[in-house]
């Protein structure tokens, strides 16, 4: 015949492996003195679990929180043929120690990389323009350096964005011609500018 455990007459070093399996049983069972009893013993346990993996004192103390409210509510699932009921508490506090580790970086591994998203250089404005206007006056030069058949070529293709063919009705010449002098026009362009293919 079971006799209920009288909580009260013993201290936390007199509970045994047998006492603290039946706690768990009546724990299950929804009693909340075994539980008192439960946590007065296996609070130390898993706070001292998730301190050495969390290494925060706070969040250590979320942490072994959390898994006295798992005890209890998972109370029922527990077997004694799998092992004591310390070990159980063990594994539990050690695993949710981990899962908050893991969250805790996952979250500032997202912080760091949104961060860099975010960060985009500064855009020097008068820079660019200074730039965009040394490359023309670039472009000016080197066309002064074509014929005046390529240059007026080049102009009216690139420019004013005419065809070949309509470059050859504008400048009057045979359209071949226009092809000859536009791709040697675009050479000598390049051969200035200091573009390599």
Same mark, same amino acid.
């Given at each position: 015949m079971n006799q209920p455990l009288p +909580?009260?007459? $013993?201290?936390?070093?007199?509970?045994? $492996?047998?006492?603290? !399996?039946?706690?768990? *049983?009546? #724990?299950?069972?929804?009693?909340?003195?075994? +539980?008192?009893?439960?946590?007065?013993?296996?609070?130390?346990? #898993? +706070? &001292? %679990?998730?301190?050495?993996?969390? /290494?925060? /004192? !706070?969040?250590?103390?979320?942490?072994?929180?959390? #898994?006295? %409210?798992?005890?209890?509510?998972?109370? !029922?699932?527990?077997?004694?043929?799998? &092992?004591?009921?310390?070990?159980?508490?063990?594994?539990?506090?050690?695993?949710? !120690?981990?899962?908050? #580790?893991?969250?805790?970086q996952a979250a500032a591994d997202r912080e760091q990389s949104q961060a860099a998203r975010e960060h985009s250089p500064a855009y020097d404005q008068v820079a660019e323009q200074v730039e965009t206007r040394l490359d023309s006056e670039?472009?000016?030069?080197?066309? *002064?350096?074509?014929?005046?058949?390529?240059h007026q070529a080049v102009t009216l293709a690139y420019y004013r964005g005419l065809t070949y063919r309509e470059v050859a009705e504008a400048l009057r010449t045979p359209l071949p011609t226009i092809k000859t002098r536009m791709r040697d026009g675009l050479i000598r362009l390049r051969d200035c500018m200091g573009v390599t293919t």
């Open positions: +909580f009260g007459s $013993r201290s936390q070093g007199e509970i045994g $492996r047998d006492d603290l !399996a039946e706690v768990m *049983r009546r #724990v299950a069972h929804g009693d909340k003195q075994a +539980f008192s009893t439960l946590y007065d013993v296996l609070a130390p346990l #898993v +706070f &001292g %679990i998730a301190v050495k993996v969390v /290494r925060d /004192r !706070a969040q250590s103390e979320e942490v072994a929180q959390e #898994v006295m %409210i798992d005890l209890w509510r998972q109370a !029922a699932r527990y077997r004694p043929e799998a &092992g004591s009921v310390t070990t159980w508490a063990a594994t539990i506090a050690h695993r949710r !120690a981990v899962d908050r #580790v893991r969250s805790a670039q472009v000016r030069r080197c066309l *002064r350096g074509l014929t005046e058949l390529q």
